[in-house]
């Protein structure tokens, strides 16, 4: 069973930096993609950030573009977000990603979900 564990998330002031960390049971080449969503409280959950294990290509949120980093460590089995310049609107609870095919259906795992708050 995949297992995806997030790790880093925090209180920090805006204008701060956090880096988040998911550490998965398996290689990360196993997925297809990786990534972070993020929900904050009455709002649905969005895409943060992605990479694709393979190629390496990244994709963006518009509102966090030159802001955040995603980055993975394939020895480790682990892909990183790095916040800077955080802002409250970023406050969110921050959730990890990996998809794959299944025979042939698209299978998405998840972590369980890291706090992130940005006081003003």
């Known amino acids: 069973q995949v297992q995806l564990v997030e790790s880093g998330g925090g209180l920090v002031q805006a204008g701060g930096s956090l880096r988040l960390s998911c550490a998965a049971s398996?290689?990360?080449?196993?997925?297809?993609?990786m990534g972070w969503y993020r929900q904050a409280p009455g709002k649905q959950r969005e895409l943060v950030a992605a990479?694709?294990?393979?190629?390496?290509?990244?994709n963006y949120a518009d509102s966090v573009k030159g802001r955040f980093t995603i980055s993975r460590d394939n020895a480790k089995n682990t892909v990183y977000l790095q916040m800077n310049s955080l802002k409250p609107e970023d406050t969110a609870v921050y959730y990890c990603?990996?998809?794959?095919?299944?025979?042939?259906?698209?299978?998405?795992?998840w972590g369980q979900g890291t706090q992130v708050t940005v006081s003003s």
């Open positions: 990603n990996a998809e794959r095919r299944v025979y042939g259906r698209i299978a998405d795992y």
């Open positions: 990479v694709v294990t393979s190629g390496g290509s990244t």
């Open positions: 398996e290689s990360i080449f196993s997925f297809r993609n």
